[in-house]
């Protein structure tokens, strides 16, 4: 419990720390004892809860519901304020929907429902939280080198910098928050902190597009908390509960009014995990440093609205309509921003849409709502979050040191920063090839694709794959590229960013090399607990224990082999076919007029094929209508 | 369906004799007009140097004093405006090609000494001479 | 069982490259005659193999050769998995992985040819992908495993019957796979290319044979696939299965002179096509007749 | 045993023929000659290819190609100089382009003569590479100098 | 967006058995400019007249090039036979017409074969230059070379076709029609090599005309455009009529060539029908006077420009030729802009080039 | 058959070729070839155009070092006439659109047939 308050509330006494105390030098200090402790801290708490399994907490407290209250008021202010000052209205508009209503709701129906567990641990929770816990303030040690660096970079533009930590260490205890919270109305108020965290965030540089980039993803993400608060308020009128195992067991038994509450909860969630219609928002988030992508696209804010999807998940499937919206949400989404990734060559956008995709499967899976898929959803929750915490901080590294984040500017990185490029190698790697872990949970939510998810769904799985193969393998490409003339730049790494990218990538490695075991101990526990009615003898994950060894053992010998054998030839080197028209040093060739033609390589994007506005919007329409659709079949179940 | 129009010549193709001509199993019949390479009579030969001034790649040369008359192979372009210019007719084109050599071949006749015998074949080849070039 | 199990691994890795290198004489014999050549020995191949591993060795950079290994040996792993008969999805992966690494290190060469090759490669790869997955997915919704042992079930009868559609579109892209025209995009066997040798351009020696050997490995064990649509456990059934991998791949090299060359617009396009009428509407059909009625 | 001389793979290059010479290499590959019999293939590129099949005279424009084409061959490789062109220069000789015959710029093992060199004296010529070839491979096993094999240069150049 | 990419085509490709090269830009695969160089075989052999003697010459321009080797003899020739004003017998002008025709066989076979090979139809391009065999042995019985025939010279032909060996000829070239028919089936009709061909390197007329483009690149784009009509050897005698396709894509392009080979059939039958008997040549004698003549010839590959200039000697002042080819690349350079680059090696094909024509 | 040699051949000056070539054009004729022939007094050059198989030859006299106006301004494909003068004779043009700069021929020596420059 006590670990619980502190992974909580200490990252908050961190942020006011940070804001307070401006140098430097006290901000390394304290940004890296603070990470360490929430490092630990998260550790510490899956230890202890590690026998333990699922324990629910009564912290029942009338003041934090009311100092809740009153922040969210206070909030709700500022978003309008904001919202006004920019010439934004739909925020206010939509802030000034959601805030009254919820108030309204607390002081005439929430004041008389009596919440006994407030708080609570189970072992995606614990999952969660070591994922905040270690991905997130591992970024946030990064980002100490990476704003220096920016700032560096960016002189023209104001240093905000205590600002920038105070909002991130602000943003890890509301993550923690949010997968701690029983209480419907608790998790509702840290979905609205990360929201609002997610809006500074993404609003750092205050350019104009900064601006309506973070104004378009409060919009979303409010349209969001719109659904959740609608949730809240059929929840506590028709069920007679705020709490969320309760729910999940009423949905259990049948209650019809869950459906709404799940399909409502389940919107608010698409919007957070940047699913199709909403997919933009994350799109536009790139514009904010390097360090603010990784947090909120790898392991924290989209990770909240899966988390509540996976949460959900024994609600859903074929017999809900909720469940049909998001596994078809989550379908489309997944094959269109697989397709968009591949006519992208900015490598943050690449990662962007490889995440609205990932996201995409993750949220089908939960939409299947299966304990196969389930098992596959979590598993993707956790190898994404590493892998993509780690690709997104090596193209930050990169921008800072070649100066471009576009793909096509890395070519031959690994001749010109090897260290660097290798863990990249090893990040896209991870996001597609075999046995690693990415791959891993693709193919179980294949199976439970197959097994449960109809014929499209597979279908969607089966082309997306084409694509992600196609965009990972390019870029993969471009890395391992040696142009034997070319200078080595990899000394200008700042040592806390090689030290995070190092360690992201060992991380990458090591939960590869351990996922059997964590399926076992974490995941397979805890579907046991939310799936009661499956008979667990009989729960057979897509993955055969056989399997699993294989795939072990295939990494191992992955590892070995680049070890025992990578660049040990004794052959000739010769300069490359350049249809005789060499210059000798492999970079140029003799070209027309007797002109010096640098050799240039350049990848494929096919734009009319996979164009980014074109997948956007087939995929928005889709998704559009069926979620209008959707919530027009349970409007008409109610009227 | 326009598709697969060439099945036909192809599975003929593949049930019929090939149209390989299997050389060097099977030895070429050249045509009797075929320019292969420029043979002389060096008997009736009478060094008059036509053929070699007026051979457009210089492959000819006349040796008057020497009374030979030799030939660069590798430089011979089969052209036969020798053969109708030779006043005597004592150049003639053969319908056999100078084998591929990993040298460059010259053939090197030199008439023999006496007055001329009545040609015959043997006495060319005991006259023709190979060096290199 | 354990015993079988090594015993037809053991089998795949030493006769796969004898037969595969057979066929691939025996595909060039026949090409020639289609041709109206004669064509050369059936043990060509090998001739070919054995030359370059004669060659004198060079490379162009220190990492290729490694790239290029590790595509050997995968593809070797993928078979060993397949007749091992492990599961099919791992096996398609293990190829993915293996496909990867030859491209790889084609781009690792830096070259332009070897690049625009690897990219075709790779675009060939994304337009065979999904009919891969979906043919393992109609196996196994047919037989309800995707093990290969259970794939070639008795119980099950021939997959075949419930999987035409399925059949025919794992034969279309075995065009891809096999590079055949009219799909030799990335990299040719025979004829003149725009992209000179694609793929391999930068390949030389002993590098080029042991690539050789790799698609050799690769053959029999897609020639292995369409072997588990017809296999149905028994010994007749195995013989069937066997004539049908053989007239398949004589068909390949009907198609292959009979085509032009087609550009990659067509290869996705007509990939993805089949993949979506055939493989889409035989899992339908399937679903319809397994959940529905 | 050598497997060099069973699968030679060629390469070809035009110097600064009329045409003549190459379509007759292209026609060795065609149904009538089939060269394919004895294991050639035209690969068109240098790091694969065992034989340098090079028609036309040398001029300044193309002899950087030619001889990075040469170089970049692995071992053991024979340079075939096809049609009277390629061997001396030819009609061309005297042109104000033409450097003269291949053996300006690379080690010519083989020539073959004509104009242009028939599809049977090609095929002649390339036997007889391979019988260089052959030696070639011997002298790189015995790990000798291979440009000795021949033991010929270019002495005129 | 900054994805273009440049890559060397050529001097050495396999597509090309000759050496030119282009600087491709592409995107994607598709080509946005083609910059090409040439200059790979520049000989300089025009200037040869001043080494070699009038007569001699017919020679070294017959080597301009392998394919078209008739044509130029003959176009040499004309020029010549102009410049001194000598005319010649009338079985002569037959057995030119014939020659050419046949080389136009051949050389439109080869073409068909390259060009099949060009995309990726290896068995079409093996059965093409094995019926194309059959012309080279015509070749080789009525003149002893396959590829060059060195049967022109000023003042006729140096030798002459007897009646059994014409008679052979007319079988052997109506027999070839059966099997061309198949091709011609397979090039005008699959489905996979229409893809290939129809509407790829689109040549409106109007840039047909602006670019000068000649030949069959000329009359597929709708020009009427043939210097047989021109009137030089018997092909007024033999009704000739141009073969004109409108599309302007190299499938046209390729029609107008497969008819052309049926043409040149008939036409060659036609002409061993006429050919009246008589001398094959008359002597010419003394130098070639101080004057000019131009002559235009239709060679396969189309439209080839003579120009002979005396100077009272044996020696030409001048000789200038201008081959098809090169008037052909300024069509070739806009056919390539915006194509897909697996189309370049076949658009290149397209215009027939023939380099070391172009080059000399 | 005669008339089939006649050679119609017009001396134009350098000032007035451009106007001239620029007249053809317009009138639909298409340039077939320009050649140049170094004689005693300098460049004799000569343009050929074509209109329906009838051929006009413009004959152009200029002294050696006489810069003259490039006609790719009126039809583009004469970029290979002139840079093959340009790189064979030594011939000058003023504001060719493609100028290969002496790289269209790669020869050994500079302009060949005008060995003195």
């Keep these: ?639 | 369906m326009a598709a697969f129009k060439i099945g036909k010549v192809v599975l003929r193709s593949l049930f019929k004799k090939p149209a390989t001509l299997m050389y060097p199993v099977v030895p070429r019949k050249w045509e009797e007009r075929t320019r292969g390479h420029i043979d002389i009579n060096i008997n009736d030969c009478i060094f008059c140097g036509i053929c070699a001034r007026k051979c457009p790649t210089n492959a000819i040369t006349v040796d008057r004093n020497k009374k030979s008359w030799t030939i660069e192979r590798m430089q011979c372009i089969q052209c036969t405006h020798c053969v109708d210019l030779c006043p005597k007719h004592c150049l003639s084109n053969e319908n056999t090609y100078t084998t591929p050599e990993v040298e460059k071949v010259v053939d090197l006749h030199v008439a023999p000494p006496e007055e001329p015998k009545p040609a015959s074949d043997d006495t060319n080849k005991d006259s023709v001479e190979k060096k290199n070039a | 069982m354990n015993m079988t199990i090594i015993i037809s691994v053991i089998a795949y890795i030493i006769l796969a490259p004898i037969v595969g290198g057979l066929l691939a004489g025996i595909d060039r014999k026949i090409s020639a005659r289609m041709q109206g050549r004669v064509g050369p020995s059936i043990l060509q191949p090998f001739y070919d193999m054995f030359k370059l591993m004669e060659k004198e060795a060079i490379t162009v950079n220190k990492a290729q050769d490694f790239y290029v290994g590790c595509f050997l040996f995968f593809i070797i792993v993928t078979g060993g998995f397949f007749f091992a008969g492990l599961d099919l999805l791992l096996v398609i992966f293990t190829l993915t992985l293996a496909s990867v690494f030859l491209i790889v290190a084609a781009f690792s060469s830096n070259s332009p040819y070897a690049q625009i090759g690897a990219e075709r490669e790779l675009l060939q790869m994304m337009a065979y992908e999904p009919m891969v997955l979906i043919t393992a997915a109609g196996l196994y919704l047919v037989t309800g495993s995707f093990n290969i042992s259970d794939i070639i079930n008795p119980e099950n009868g021939m997959a075949i019957k419930f999987l035409p559609g399925i059949f025919l579109g794992f034969v279309f892209i075995l065009t891809i796979k096999f590079r055949k025209s009219p799909f030799d995009l990335s990299m040719s066997h025979h004829g003149h290319q725009e992209l000179v040798k694609g793929l391999t351009t930068e390949f030389a020696g002993k590098t080029m044979a042991l690539i050789e050997i790799a698609h050799w490995y690769e053959n029999i064990f897609l020639l292995g696939i369409v072997f588990l649509f017809i296999a149905n456990g028994t010994v007749w059934g195995a013989v069937a299965a066997v004539v049908v991998c053989l007239v398949t791949y004589f068909i390949e090299i009907l198609i292959d002179n009979s085509y032009a060359r087609m550009k990659w617009q067509i290869a996705i396009n007509s990939s993805w096509i089949v993949a979506i009428t055939l493989g889409f509407i035989n899992m339908l059909v399937i679903y319809f007749s397994k959940f529905v009625l | 045993m050598s497997y060099v001389t069973k699968s030679p793979w060629l390469i070809h290059y035009d110097g600064s023929s009329c045409n003549g010479c190459d379509i007759e290499v292209l026609a060795c590959l065609t149904p009538m000659y089939d060269v394919e019999r004895f294991g050639i293939i035209n690969t068109g590129n240098p790091k694969h290819a065992d034989i340098f099949l090079i028609t036309g005279a040398i001029n300044e424009q193309n002899k950087a190609v030619v001889k990075q084409i040469y170089e970049q061959m692995p071992e053991p490789k024979v340079v075939i100089a096809v049609g009277i062109c390629a061997t001396s220069g030819g009609i061309f000789k005297e042109c104000y382009n033409i450097m003269g015959g291949t053996d300006t710029v690379i080690p010519v093992d083989v020539y073959v003569p004509g104009c242009a060199a028939r599809p049977e004296a090609i095929i002649d010529g390339v036997v007889k590479g391979l019988g260089v070839l052959a030696k070639k491979k011997e002298a790189m096993e015995k790990g000798l100098p291979i440009d000795t094999a021949k033991g010929k240069e270019k002495e005129e150049a | 967006m900054g994805k273009r990419t440049i890559i060397p085509f050529g001097p050495q490709h396999p597509v090309l058995p000759e050496p030119v090269h282009l600087d491709l830009v592409i995107e994607d695969e598709t080509v946005v400019e083609a910059i090409p160089s040439i200059g790979f075989i520049h000989r300089g052999l025009e200037k040869l007249v001043e080494k070699k003697e009038y007569t001699e010459m017919v020679y070294v321009i017959e080597r301009i090039c392998g394919i078209c080797s008739f044509g130029h003899g003959w176009g040499y020739c004309l020029s010549v036979e102009g410049v001194m004003g000598v005319e010649i017998p009338e079985r002569a002008n037959y057995l030119r017409t014939i020659w050419h025709e046949l080389s136009r066989m051949h050389s439109h076979l080869l073409w068909l074969g390259l060009l099949a090979d060009g995309f990726g139809f290896e068995s079409l391009f093996m059965h093409c230059w094995r019926i194309r065999e059959k012309v080279l042995d015509i070749f080789e019985k009525t003149t002893g070379g396959r590829v060059i025939f060195s049967v022109c010279k000023v003042g006729g032909v140096r030798k002459d076709i007897d009646e059994a060996t014409l008679k052979e000829i007319s079988s052997v070239v109506d027999g070839m029609k059966k099997e061309l028919k198949e091709l011609a089936d397979v090039f005008l009709e699959d489905y996979s090599v229409k893809n290939r061909l129809c509407g790829v390197g689109y040549l409106s007329k109007e840039d047909a005309a602006e670019l000068a483009a000649v030949g069959p690149m000329a009359r597929a784009s709708g020009l009427k455009q043939d210097m047989r009509l021109l009137g030089h050897g018997v092909y007024d005698k033999l009704g000739f009529e141009p073969c004109i396709e409108t599309a302007g894509d190299s499938y046209a392009r390729c029609k107008v060539r497969i008819r052309e080979v049926f043409q040149s059939i008939d036409l060659i039958i036609k002409a061993i029908e006429m050919i009246p008997d008589g001398d094959i040549s008359v002597p010419v004698k003394g130098n070639v006077p101080a004057n000019e003549c131009v002559v235009r010839l239709e060679q396969p590959r189309g439209e080839a420009f003579y120009y002979a200039k005396g100077a009272d000697s044996k020696f030409l002042e001048r000789m200038r030729v201008r081959t098809p080819t090169n008037q052909n690349i300024p069509a070739m350079v806009k056919t390539l802009q915006g194509c897909d680059l697996a189309d370049v090696p076949m658009l290149i094909l397209t215009i027939d080039p023939c380099i070391s024509c172009t080059e000399r | 058959m005669e008339d089939l040699r006649e050679t119609v051949i017009i001396p134009v000056t350098a000032s007035e070729l451009y106007s001239k070539v620029s007249d053809l054009n317009e009138d639909g004729y298409r340039l077939v070839q320009a050649c140049c022939t170094k004689v005693s007094e300098g460049f004799e050059i000569i343009y050929s155009f074509d209109k329906e198989h009838e051929l006009l030859n413009l004959k152009l006299t200029i002294p050696e070092e006489e810069e003259i106006m490039s006609i790719t301004g009126i039809t583009w494909s004469a970029f290979i006439y002139e840079n093959e003068m340009q790189d064979l004779f030594g011939v000058k043009f003023k504001h060719m659109s493609l100028n290969y700069g002496g790289h269209f021929f790669k020869v050994s020596q500079p302009t060949p047939w005008n060995p003195k420059n």
């Excluded at chain 1, 919206?325 to 989550?330: C, D, K, N």
Aim: charged fraction near 10%.
């Design chain 1, 1 to 639: 419990m006590s670990t619980i308050t502190f992974l909580i509330l200490f990252p908050l006494l961190s942020a006011i720390a940070l804001l307070v105390l401006r140098t430097d030098a006290a901000r390394g200090v304290i940004v890296k004892v603070s990470a360490t402790l929430i490092a630990v801290a998260s550790i510490y708490l899956a230890y202890q809860y590690f026998g333990i399994g699922e324990e629910y907490f009564d912290f029942a407290n009338e003041t934090v519901n009311l100092g809740m209250t009153v922040i969210e008021v206070l909030l709700a202010i500022m978003i309008i304020y904001l919202g006004i000052k920019y010439k934004k209205y739909l925020a206010s508009v939509l802030a000034a929907i959601q805030t009254p209503t919820m108030i309204w709701f607390e002081v005439k129906v929430g004041h008389h429902i009596h919440v006994t567990n407030n708080l609570y641990v189970d072992r995606l929770s614990i999952i969660m939280v070591l994922i905040i816990g270690i991905i997130g303030s591992i970024i946030t040690v990064y980002a100490l080198g990476y704003m220096k660096d920016f700032q560096h970079h960016h002189k023209d533009q104001p240093d905000r910098r205590p600002f920038f930590f105070f909002i991130m260490y602000l943003f890890l205890g509301a993550m923690c928050g949010l997968v701690l919270s029983n209480n419907i109305v608790w998790l509702y108020f840290f979905w609205e902190i990360t929201t609002l965290c997610s809006f500074f965030l993404i609003g750092y540089t205050k350019t104009e597009e900064a601006i309506n980039n973070s104004f378009r993803a409060l919009i979303m993400n409010l349209l969001g908390g719109v659904g959740f608060v609608i949730a809240i308020v059929i929840m506590g009128s028709s069920l007679g509960t705020l709490e969320l195992n309760q729910l999940i067991m009423m949905g259990m038994f049948g209650v019809p009014a869950v459906t709404y509450v799940a399909a409502l909860l389940a919107f608010a969630g698409i919007t957070k995990a940047a699913q199709m219609p909403f997919n933009s928002w994350l799109l536009g988030a790139m514009v904010a440093p390097t360090p603010t992508s990784a947090l909120l696209h790898s392991s924290t804010m989209v990770k909240a609205g899966v988390f509540l999807i996976i949460k959900l998940a024994p609600l859903l499937g074929w017999q809900s309509l909720a469940g049909i919206m998001v596994m078809m949400v989550g379908g489309i989404t997944f094959i269109m921003a697989s397709f968009a990734a591949v006519s992208q060559s900015n490598a943050k956008k690449v990662l962007a849409y490889s995440t609205v995709a990932n996201l995409g499967l993750i949220v089908a899976c939960g939409g299947i709502g299966t304990y196969a898929a389930v098992w596959a959803g979590i598993l993707l929750i956790i190898f994404h979050a590493i892998t993509k915490s780690l690709l997104f901080l090596c193209v930050g590294t990169a921008e800072h040191n070649i100066g471009s984040r576009d793909i096509e500017d890395m070519d031959g990185l690994f001749t010109r920063m090897p260290k660097l490029a290798t863990y990249m190698i090893v990040g896209i790697s991870a996001m597609f090839l075999a046995p690693l872990g990415m791959l891993v949970s693709k193919w179980a939510a294949m199976k439970a694709f197959i097994d449960n998810g109809g014929v499209l769904l597979v279908m969607f799985i089966a082309f997306g794959s084409a694509a992600t193969l196609f965009y990972w393998t390019k870029w993969l490409g471009k890395m391992v590229a040696i142009m034997a003339n070319r200078e080595n730049i990899q000394s200008g790494v700042n040592k806390d960013e090689n030290f995070v990218l190092s360690t992201l990538t060992i991380l990458t490695v090591i939960v590869c090399l351990i996922f059997p075991l964590i399926s076992k101990t974490m995941i397979v526990p805890y579907l046991i607990k939310a799936f009661p009615y499956v008979d667990p003898k009989h729960m057979i994950l897509a993955l055969s224990s056989t399997n699993m060894t294989i795939m072990v053992i295939m990494l191992f010998v992955l590892i070995v082999l680049p070890i025992l054998f990578f660049g040990r030839t004794n052959k000739k080197i010769v300069p490359i076919y350049l249809a005789g028209a060499n210059l000798g040093d492999d970079l140029t060739f003799r070209g027309a007029m007797e002109k010096e033609v640098p050799v240039s390589l350049k990848n494929w994007y096919m734009e009319g094929y996979f164009g980014e506005k074109k997948m956007n919007v087939i995929g928005v329409i889709a998704t559009v209508v069926i979620i209008t659709g959707v919530f027009a079949i349970l409007l008409g179940g109610v009227l």
